[in-house]
């Protein structure tokens, strides 16, 4: 979604603006500027597209500017143009605003019946001439920051540059997260505090309400009445955006192959299961029933989770796409109800929602969450880190096998403490699963092989049984998002009541198999759709590709393992395959098209 990045140094901070909105393209953008005060007045340059346009603009006429705002926009009031890109203006203001602002209509109208101009379709845009009305009245800058966040509706962040004060940054958050760093040359704000890097080595993540005055001396915070305040720092990781220590070609095929160390990472921090339970406030023995919340690839991992609360900890459990649930009627809270959401970024506005809806009915929440410092960490009830590290593709993939590595620890966790058998044995195995991860990835070279017959597919099926079941959802979804081809994950059983009818030659089907219980109901279901001259890869253990050799054409072989560790391996081949065919479709698979890392919006 949109970024903000703004700079205030000794030397002109076009390069800055720039290095830091490539940065936060990972986000996902349709169009970007910076506005910069020269001589006294505000310079503004904007582009539509990526960053290199913006970066073209700037060269041909470069900004001279020691103190400037940035944005990548992400379309949502108004197309991607360059009257609707940010900055926004109004007389001697520029601002770059994340978020929704909901009353945008009538303030547009009171705002116009006052004397402002608008130029552009943007909510963002009355920002700017609140402040400006403010000011023209008297009001100081910090003040008429502190008014405007008060007056706008919905979730936001902004980050602010004046003619009146042509040596101060400002910034405001409400919703949309916000950090701000000082180094030795200068101070930085942005919307993602792994942007500082290289600028500031402590990242002071703004709370709601908070604005910020940021000069060449330091950093103040103030909070919502005006007092000034001191909030949370993160350290910043500085290598996070060096690519030219990533020998990959992309981000996210550094990411699938860090999967191994993040799980090792994983394990060494949690070395038994009270470990994760130490993190939340909340007695397993009494839980009665446990909603998983999540969006996308979190989803998933949340659909594979509940199996295994269920399993292992013989606790209800059901699962909900966050932006259905948040507006649905429920039945009274049960005593005991227990939710727990996932998000990689922490930030995603539909989870939040959901658990301010749990928070709001009286059910404790814990949170899974990569990002520290972000909303969902520091409002949950209870936050278990789920340490992937900084993940830059838009796609996730360890944030993924992290999210199922700390699920299926709290999952044994609670039947530990519900004083479930077995526990220990699973324990025994989960310290495998990066040795299993790690031979998953040594088969990429058949991956390659197996893309390179199908990376001109139209549409693509995934099937699977059980817990493959979620491991084919996200298959399918990784496959979309990168390489733009369709595709579905189905359960396998489901087919023969419908999706069988898609069954051709020339549609792929990726089939999820495992030796085990569930084996001859998956082997049936895979044989209905050779009998149908359906274009079978099959992805399994060594014996259960044995067994259904003679209808597959092509064969993705995955360690073997139990019920948890099975579908975090037999996620890897999938990763791996819609990376190369995307990658042989030539896209931009770090940053596809129309998708946002972090979607700070419903
Ligand atoms: C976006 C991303 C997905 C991600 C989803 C949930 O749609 O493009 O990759 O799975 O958000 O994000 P979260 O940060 O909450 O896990």
Same mark, same amino acid.
């Given at each position: ?54 970066? =073209? ?31 926004? @203006? ?48 008297? @009001? ?54 792994? %942007? ?29 009445? !005006? ?59 009494? @839980? ?28 209800? %459990? ?10 649905? =009627? ?133 099937? !699977? ?21 369709? =595709? ?14 898609? @069954? ?29 001259? !359906? ?7 060594? %014996? ?59």
């Amino acid at each position: 979604m949109c970024g903000i990045f703004a700079r205030i140094a000794n030397e002109p901070v076009a390069p800055a603006l720039i290095e830091g909105l490539r940065r936060l393209e990972y986000r996902g953008y349709d169009s970007a500027g910076i506005a910069t005060i020269e001589q006294g007045g505000i310079e503004r340059r904007c582009a539509v597209g990526k960053v290199d346009a913006l970066e =073209a603009v700037v060269r041909s006429g470069p900004p001279a500017g020691t103190i400037g705002i940035a944005h990548t926009r992400w379309a949502t009031h108004g197309s991607p143009s360059e009257r609707n890109a940010h900055p926004h @203006v109004a007389p001697g203001l520029a601002i770059a605003h994340n978020g929704i602002i909901e009353n945008h209509r009538e303030l547009r109208h009171a705002l116009s019946d006052r004397g402002a101009r608008f130029r552009s379709e943007t909510d963002s845009e009355v920002i700017p001439w609140l402040m400006h009305q403010h000011m023209a009245n008297g @009001v100081s800058a910090k003040d008429a920051m502190h008014r405007v966040g008060e007056e706008l509706h919905g979730a936001f962040a902004i980050a602010a540059i004046s003619e009146n004060e042509p040596n101060v940054l400002r910034a405001y958050r409400r919703g949309s997260p916000l950090a701000v760093g000082f180094g030795e040359g200068g101070g930085v704000l942005a919307s993602d505090p792994q %942007a500082l890097a290289g600028y500031a080595t402590e990242a002071m993540i703004l709370e709601d309400g908070d604005s910020a005055e940021i000069t060449r001396d330091g950093v103040t915070l103030f909070n919502r009445t !005006g007092e000034r305040v001191q909030r949370q720092t993160l350290a910043v990781d500085p290598s996070v955006f060096a690519c030219e220590d990533n020998p990959y070609a992309h981000h996210m095929l550094r990411e699938i192959h860090e999967q191994p160390d993040v799980i090792a990472r994983i394990l060494g921090q949690y070395r038994v299961p009270a470990d994760v339970l130490a993190m939340v406030p909340v007695d397993f023995r009494r @839980v009665s029933r446990i909603t998983l919340v999540a969006c996308g690839t979190s989803y998933y991992a949340a659909a594979l989770a509940r199996r295994w609360f269920q399993e292992f900890a013989r606790v209800p %459990a059901e699962v909900a796409i966050a932006s259905e649930f948040r507006y649905e =009627a429920f039945a009274p809270p049960l005593p005991g109800e227990l939710a727990i959401v996932i998000s990689q970024s922490g930030e995603t506005a539909d989870t939040i929602g959901a658990m301010e809806v749990m928070r709001a009915r009286g059910i404790p929440v814990i949170a899974l969450v990569n990002q520290i410092g972000s909303t969902i960490a520091r409002e949950a009830d209870g936050t278990i880190p789920l340490l992937a590290g900084p993940e830059i593709g838009v796609a996730s993939t360890k944030a993924f096998s992290a999210q199922l590595t700390v699920l299926a620890m709290l999952a044994l966790a609670a039947g530990q403490r519900r004083n479930q058998p077995g526990i220990g044995q699973f324990h025994a195995r989960l310290q495998k699963l990066g040795d299993m991860v790690t031979a998953a990835l040594h088969n990429e070279p058949a991956v390659i092989a197996v893309a390179e017959r199908i990376h001109n597919a139209h549409s693509m099926i995934y099937v !699977g049984r059980g817990s493959l079941f979620p491991v084919a959802m996200e298959g399918a979804l990784k496959l979309k998002e990168i390489s733009y081809i369709h =595709a579905e994950g189905f359960a396998a059983g489901e087919l023969k009541h419908g999706p069988i009818a898609l @069954v051709d030659p020339q549609t792929p089907i990726i089939a999820l198999v495992a030796s085990g219980s569930l084996f001859e109901k998956s082997a049936s279901n895979i044989r209905e759709i050779a009998a149908r001259n !359906g274009r079978i890869i099959l992805v399994g253990d060594r %014996a259960a590709l044995l067994s259904l050799s003679d209808v597959s054409t092509h064969s993705l072989t995955v360690p073997q393992g139990c019920d948890l560790l099975q579908p975090i391996v037999s996620t890897v081949p999938l990763q791996l395959l819609a990376y190369h065919v995307a990658r042989l479709r030539g896209l931009d698979v770090d940053r596809p098209r129309n998708l946002a890392k972090s979607v700070t919006v419903e």
